[in-house]
């Protein structure tokens, strides 16, 4: 894929404007204006679900990108400044993401000869320069000016998200939340939710772990070699286990497997060869997830009796249901998943079902970790 956007920007500068021409530029949107950017507002939630993937899960949709190109139109002689320069510097914005950083300039110097001072062309001037800290300058001059510029604020916090200022970025989208719930700018604060969560989650691993885990992999399916990998780089549960000691992530998967924290709770000496639920998987589903992370919370607690407390339990009930609404009482996982769940290590996503065959997200199992360490 061809560098662009945050983080590797384009390879063009342009001049910094003085604060007094600056201050000229910068635009407050009228209510005539807000009526008419509402007409584009699909176009809007297109790209902020572009913007979002891609700095999320650095995956880009070079079709939706293309086809959203093709959806702006900038022809008309007569249309009204404010709405031509959002339309082009959208336009600026998804040529960029197309690594077209020449035809992104051109553009942006249309739409800055319509309205310099909206909201996405000064958006577009932040993304054209060289540097994330040159980014940031950009928008920190700005935002001195017009401070409660959400749409700003929210591409600051992407910037200092990708510089890995975890605290700024997440100070910095929940000041633009605010802003955009004043507003009443529900499609923005929907849109870049999974942009919050993210922010949210590395301040919280970056205060509690010394995880190299790079941001654009946090919402990345894991295998059976990251559960492992990500267990022992991200926690302590397998100190005990390890003494110390150096293994490959092979030879560890093995060793675990023979010592039985691969297998569901109620097949500890593995002669069902439930371990294999795990090991012959290409991703690791949240039951399966549950079921590593609870044989590793009872081995840690010293309470090995308590590994399948809950089958024996409902066992002697004849006229028992079980608490969770998408695990049956025969599920060979059943004290994994409600072990977790009562623990605190995992919870329910609606408060009702477990998902047991969802696939875990790196960062929802690097956040398991910490909790199931406590």
Same mark, same amino acid.
């Given at each position: 894929m061809k560098k662009s956007v945050l983080v590797f920007g384009a390879l063009f500068i342009l001049s910094l404007f003085s604060c007094a021409s600056l201050q000229e530029d910068i635009f407050v949107n009228s209510g005539a204006n807000s009526l008419v950017f509402s007409s584009i507002e699909d176009l809007e939630d297109a790209f902020i679900n572009i913007d979002c993937t891609y700095i999320t899960q650095h995956k880009l949709n070079t079709t939706e990108v293309s086809t959203l190109l093709t959806q702006i139109d900038t022809s008309d002689t007569h249309m009204e400044p404010a709405l031509k320069a959002r339309l082009l510097a959208l336009q600026g914005l998804l040529? =960029?993401?197309?690594?077209?950083?020449?035809?992104?300039?051109?553009?942006?110097?249309?739409?800055k000869g319509a309205q310099a001072g909206d909201s996405y062309v000064l958006m577009l001037d932040s993304r054209l320069k060289k540097s994330n800290?040159?980014?940031?300058?950009? =928008?920190?001059?700005?935002l001195k000016i017009e401070p409660d510029d959400a749409v700003l604020n929210l591409e600051k916090a992407k910037v200092l998200y990708v510089m890995k200022k975890y605290d700024e970025a997440l100070a910095s989208i929940d000041k633009a939340f605010l802003i955009l719930e004043k507003y009443n700018q529900e499609n923005y604060r929907l849109g870049y939710a999974p942009l919050q969560e993210n922010i949210w989650q590395m301040y919280k691993l970056s205060t509690n772990t010394n995880s190299n885990i790079p941001a654009s992999d946090l919402q990345k399916n894991i295998t059976v070699q990251n559960l492992v990998s990500y267990t022992v780089e991200n926690s302590t549960l397998l100190n005990f286990f390890t003494a110390g000691a150096k293994y490959k992530t092979a030879d560890l998967i093995k060793r675990l497997e023979k010592s039985g924290y691969l297998s569901a709770p109620v097949d500890q000496n593995n002669q069902d060869k439930t371990s294999l639920d795990i090991t012959k998987s290409k991703t690791i589903s949240r039951k399966m997830a549950a079921r590593f992370l609870w044989n590793l919370y009872v081995q840690n607690k010293g309470k090995q009796a308590q590994l399948t407390k809950y089958s024996s339990r409902y066992a002697k009930l004849s006229t028992a249901k079980s608490p969770i609404a998408d695990i049956t009482l025969q599920d060979k996982d059943l004290d994994a998943v409600l072990g977790v769940i009562e623990n605190e290590i995992m919870e329910l996503p609606d408060g009702k079902n477990f998902n047991p065959d969802d696939n875990i997200t790196v960062i929802e199992f690097i956040a398991s970790l910490k909790a199931a360490e406590k």
């Amino acid at each position: 894929m061809k560098k662009s956007v945050l983080v590797f920007g384009a390879l063009f500068i342009l001049s910094l404007f003085s604060c007094a021409s600056l201050q000229e530029d910068i635009f407050v949107n009228s209510g005539a204006n807000s009526l008419v950017f509402s007409s584009i507002e699909d176009l809007e939630d297109a790209f902020i679900n572009i913007d979002c993937t891609y700095i999320t899960q650095h995956k880009l949709n070079t079709t939706e990108v293309s086809t959203l190109l093709t959806q702006i139109d900038t022809s008309d002689t007569h249309m009204e400044p404010a709405l031509k320069a959002r339309l082009l510097a959208l336009q600026g914005l998804l040529y =960029l993401y197309q690594g077209r950083p020449s035809k992104a300039n051109d553009i942006y110097l249309q739409a800055k000869g319509a309205q310099a001072g909206d909201s996405y062309v000064l958006m577009l001037d932040s993304r054209l320069k060289k540097s994330n800290t040159d980014q940031l300058d950009r =928008l920190n001059t700005v935002l001195k000016i017009e401070p409660d510029d959400a749409v700003l604020n929210l591409e600051k916090a992407k910037v200092l998200y990708v510089m890995k200022k975890y605290d700024e970025a997440l100070a910095s989208i929940d000041k633009a939340f605010l802003i955009l719930e004043k507003y009443n700018q529900e499609n923005y604060r929907l849109g870049y939710a999974p942009l919050q969560e993210n922010i949210w989650q590395m301040y919280k691993l970056s205060t509690n772990t010394n995880s190299n885990i790079p941001a654009s992999d946090l919402q990345k399916n894991i295998t059976v070699q990251n559960l492992v990998s990500y267990t022992v780089e991200n926690s302590t549960l397998l100190n005990f286990f390890t003494a110390g000691a150096k293994y490959k992530t092979a030879d560890l998967i093995k060793r675990l497997e023979k010592s039985g924290y691969l297998s569901a709770p109620v097949d500890q000496n593995n002669q069902d060869k439930t371990s294999l639920d795990i090991t012959k998987s290409k991703t690791i589903s949240r039951k399966m997830a549950a079921r590593f992370l609870w044989n590793l919370y009872v081995q840690n607690k010293g309470k090995q009796a308590q590994l399948t407390k809950y089958s024996s339990r409902y066992a002697k009930l004849s006229t028992a249901k079980s608490p969770i609404a998408d695990i049956t009482l025969q599920d060979k996982d059943l004290d994994a998943v409600l072990g977790v769940i009562e623990n605190e290590i995992m919870e329910l996503p609606d408060g009702k079902n477990f998902n047991p065959d969802d696939n875990i997200t790196v960062i929802e199992f690097i956040a398991s970790l910490k909790a199931a360490e406590k």
